[in-house]
């Protein structure tokens, strides 16, 4: 993925956590439908990364597709020095991302790590259906998958161990260890989008008001579950674990006072199927039609839908996006390393004090050939035929591939004039 590809797709999917953390904040949040908010913060979790994914064609009437894939730009200085920073920009970019991806995926191996620490320390009994790890370290309740495990002290403390094993079970029986490894999981990717660690906070919130609720149904006493929770209110906790002192205690204590919402609050429910397919129609459908750049005083820009299908006729089928890219040489290194042997500053320019960022379009066809070369953001006619003779002149490329089938690929280079310090 270029690197203009996943800024796009990063923003697309930012915005549209975005949207369902919004709807969830301002309808659901308050809500005792608990079971329900647990799916919807979950799908809130799991549908953002796919939804820019999905890529809905909703004009077919051209057999061309016009919206091109545009290479990183390339800056030329008015010394005749060629600059090609976006790959080192690139690099270190995605470096930077994966570090911290990385350092948010060893803190889940350093949790679990830390659980196989105690659970090897620790003695194990039989409850019911699951297993007690008792630890003689000071640590608060917590459950992973069927284990539940418990600090002596709180096993020895007969008045609150009903309660704590009552309300651990809700968490087993129920499956919330797999919510947790997966918000865990999309949070370290995609550190980078707030909404996902908010979600995650929410959802971890919402598996302690499930098992809130069912520990007061079985009747035990109100009061003493309060005291509790606020004795259990500080101390460590395991990111993967459902904790017994996981959230606020006093919003889950307002929760568990809180009467149970009115029944026509489900309706917002049914306003979320709506929500994702506008979020999915907002980012997924693209127009095949024309060609999406600004142009600027360029009769070559002025591309007609003739002109268009002639060269659907011509070439064959124009494609976007495709399974492989043409790549020119050993990659974009020897595009810019052509770029820097061939393009020259032309000197009425300099004289004439022009610069700017011309975008040049061409089909690479399926022999490897590029055609159709043209202007489709104009800054001055001395750059834009100086940037189309560069490209015009270019060698052959490795043609891109759609299922394994060689086919035209229509691109974009941008190419920055830059005169430089005066």
């Not at 004795?231 to 904790?243: D, S």
């Amino acid at each position: 993925m270029l690197m203009n590809e996943f800024i796009v797709y990063i923003i697309q999917m930012v915005i549209a956590s975005g949207i369902l953390y919004l709807f969830y904040f301002i309808f659901l949040k308050n809500t005792t439908y608990f079971r329900l908010n647990r799916i919807y913060l979950l799908w809130s979790l799991i549908l953002p990364p796919i939804l820019p994914l999905i890529k809905i064609p909703v004009n077919e009437v051209l057999s061309v597709k016009t919206m091109p894939i545009v290479l990183d730009e390339i800056v030329i200085t008015a010394n005749g020095e060629v600059v090609q920073t976006s790959p080192i920009t690139q690099y270190y970019s995605y470096m930077f991302y994966s570090l911290v991806a990385a350092f948010f995926v060893f803190r889940i191996i350093w949790a679990i790590v830390s659980v196989i620490r105690i659970s090897k320390r620790s003695i194990k009994e039989r409850y019911r259906n699951n297993v007690l790890v008792l630890s003689d370290e000071k640590i608060n309740p917590f459950s992973i998958f069927k284990y539940i495990f418990l600090s002596r002290s709180h096993f020895e403390d007969k008045n609150g161990l009903e309660q704590i094993l009552s309300h651990e079970r809700v968490h087993i029986m129920q499956y919330h260890s797999i919510d947790n490894i997966i918000s865990e999981i999309i949070c370290s990717v995609f550190w980078i989008n707030p909404f996902f660690w908010m979600i995650k906070n929410n959802l971890k919130s919402t598996h302690e008001y499930l098992a809130d609720e069912k520990v007061m149904e079985q009747g035990f006493d109100t009061a003493g579950y309060f005291m509790l929770l606020f004795e259990n209110v500080v101390g460590k906790r395991i990111g993967l674990a459902n904790n017994f002192n996981e959230s606020l205690t006093l919003k889950r204590m307002k929760m568990m006072k809180k009467n149970r919402s009115p029944r026509y609050l489900r309706l917002a429910y049914l306003l979320v199927l709506p929500l994702i397919a506008a979020v999915i129609f907002a980012f997924s459908c693209k127009d095949t039609g024309d060609l999406n750049f600004p142009v600027k005083n360029s009769n070559r820009s002025n591309i007609s839908q003739e002109d268009t299908i002639k060269k659907a006729v011509v070439f064959g089928e124009v494609y976007e996006e495709v399974d492989e890219m043409p790549v020119y040489g050993n990659g974009f290194d020897d595009v810019a390393k052509y770029i820097i042997s061939e393009v020259k500053y032309p000197e009425q320019a300099k004289k004439n004090g022009i610069q700017g960022k011309v975008f040049v379009s061409f089909v690479v066809t399926k022999t490897g050939k590029v055609e159709n070369v043209e202007v489709v953001q104009s800054v001055n006619e001395f750059l834009d035929a100086e940037a189309v003779r560069v490209i015009s002149s270019m060698g052959s490329w490795s043609p891109g591939k759609l299922d394994g089938k060689a086919v035209n690929v229509k691109m974009v280079m941008p190419i920055m004039f830059k005169l430089g310090d005066k």
